[in-house]
């Protein structure tokens, strides 16, 4: 039986969170009839300074435009005699500007039966837009959190169906994954133990071409890119990740670059004992600073 909403040949997953009092979409994914995939993401309604890429383009002159569209395109690539796949990522604004593009290209897929990590995303606050709306497709939920308590972060990871994460993950994290005709997605889940703020944190993992490496150090990194993660290393980008989303909103609001929050928030920002490394990264006098106090040594 064909899928409400879904258009002959198309399979639809929309991956969700639960909140005290809605539920949110965070990322649909499609799959088209050449059996390729489009990651729609549900992403905030402007574009924040705070969407990166690694090694692709600047997006700090478009910050605060309208989003319309943000989506990767994971192409089947029949035609490559490298056994590449060709991973599209796709930015649309409003106002005329023209579509933003990067390119992933990965051997994981196909060739070396590893993981292409796709991208991260902390989950800031989301509107109306993103409640999830019942009737198109599957449903996945990543799980249930209280947004005055916490903050959501996961990462998605492309691979072969017959690919799956061992069982090297610490209990604070969840994955989920889901079998289409040619891929698995993966949906790697924790929670940062920080109040949600209004703005989130993106960030895109791209690919660069090794022939253009600058030395060969640059070069070996590139082709180790192209080949994919293993295992250990995916759970090691996600933790390294999740550790620098953590850096990065607290960073964001010391500087101003956040809504004001209450002592409630910095009590929990202090409880990541982050403070405790006030030495190399300047939280303390950033901290005090804009709670007027100095926190426990």
């Not at 039986?1 to 002959?8: F, H, K, T």
């Not at 639809?12 to 009092?21: L, Y």
């Not at 993660?229 to 933790?239: G, H, Q, S």
């Not at 909103?249 to 101003?256: H, M, Q, S």
């Given at each position: 039986?064909?899928?409400?909403?879904?258009?002959?040949?198309?399979t639809?997953?929309?991956?969700?969170?639960?909140?005290?009092?809605r539920?949110?979409?965070?990322?649909?994914?499609?799959?088209?009839?050449?059996?390729?995939?489009?990651?729609?993401?549900?992403?905030?309604?402007?574009?924040?300074?705070?969407?990166?890429?690694?090694?692709?383009?600047?997006?700090?002159?478009f910050?605060?435009q309208?989003?319309?569209?943000?989506?990767?395109?994971?192409?089947?690539?029949?035609?490559?005699?490298?056994?590449?796949?060709?991973?599209?990522?796709?930015?649309?604004?409003?106002?005329?500007v023209?579509?933003?593009?990067?390119?992933h290209?990965?051997?994981?897929?196909?060739?070396?039966?590893?993981?292409a990590?796709?991208?991260?995303?902390?989950?800031?606050?989301?509107?109306?837009?993103?409640?999830?709306?019942?009737?198109?497709?599957r449903?996945?939920r990543?799980?249930?959190?209280?947004?005055?308590?916490?903050?959501?972060?996961?990462?998605?990871?492309?691979?072969?169906?017959?690919?799956?994460?061992?069982?090297?993950?610490?209990?604070?994290?969840?994955?989920?994954?889901?079998?289409?005709t040619?891929?698995?997605?993966?949906?790697?889940?924790?929670?940062?133990?920080?109040?949600?703020?209004?703005?989130?944190?993106?960030?895109?993992?791209?690919?660069?071409?090794?022939?253009?490496?600058?030395?060969?150090?640059?070069?070996?990194?590139?082709?180790?890119?192209?080949d994919g993660?293993?295992?250990?290393?995916?759970?090691?980008?996600?933790?390294h990740?999740?550790r620098?989303?953590?850096?990065?909103?607290?960073?964001?609001?010391?500087?101003?670059?956040?809504?004001?929050?209450?002592?409630?928030?910095?009590?929990?920002?202090?409880?990541?004992?982050?403070?405790?490394?006030?030495?190399?990264?300047e939280?303390?006098?950033?901290?005090?600073?804009?709670?007027?106090?100095?926190?426990?040594?």
């Open positions: 039986m064909q899928e409400q909403g879904l258009v002959e040949g198309e639809e997953i929309s991956f969700t969170f639960v909140e005290p009092d539920e949110i979409t965070v990322l649909t994914v499609k799959e088209d009839k050449e059996q390729g995939l489009r990651l729609l993401l549900r992403s905030p309604d402007t574009l924040s300074a705070l969407d990166d890429y690694a090694d692709g383009p600047d997006l700090s002159a910050a605060g309208r989003i319309k569209e943000s989506r990767y395109s994971i192409h089947a690539s029949d035609e490559s005699v490298n056994g590449i796949n060709l991973i599209k990522r796709t930015l649309r604004l409003f106002g005329g023209e579509p933003i593009t990067s390119v290209l990965t051997k994981a897929i196909k060739t070396a039966n590893q993981f990590p796709i991208y991260t995303r902390r989950v800031g606050e989301l509107g109306e837009a993103h409640k999830y709306k019942p009737g198109k497709g449903l996945i990543l799980g249930a959190y209280d947004p005055n308590k916490f903050t959501a972060f996961f990462m998605v990871v492309i691979s072969s169906p017959e690919r799956s994460l061992n069982n090297l993950r610490p209990r604070t994290t969840s994955v989920f994954e889901y079998n289409f040619r891929f698995k997605i993966t949906v790697v889940v924790t929670y940062l133990p920080i109040p949600t703020l209004k703005k989130g944190h993106l960030f895109h993992l791209v690919t660069i071409n090794p022939d253009l490496a600058v030395n060969e150090e640059e070069k070996a990194a590139a082709l180790a890119a192209i993660f293993d295992d250990l290393e995916v759970m090691d980008l996600f933790a990740m999740a620098a989303a953590e850096d990065i909103l607290i960073d964001d609001v010391a500087r101003g670059g956040g809504p004001p929050r209450d002592s409630s928030f910095w009590q929990a920002v202090l409880r990541t004992g982050l403070y405790k490394e006030a030495d190399q990264s939280y303390l006098s950033r901290l005090a600073q804009v709670m007027g106090y100095d926190p426990p040594s």
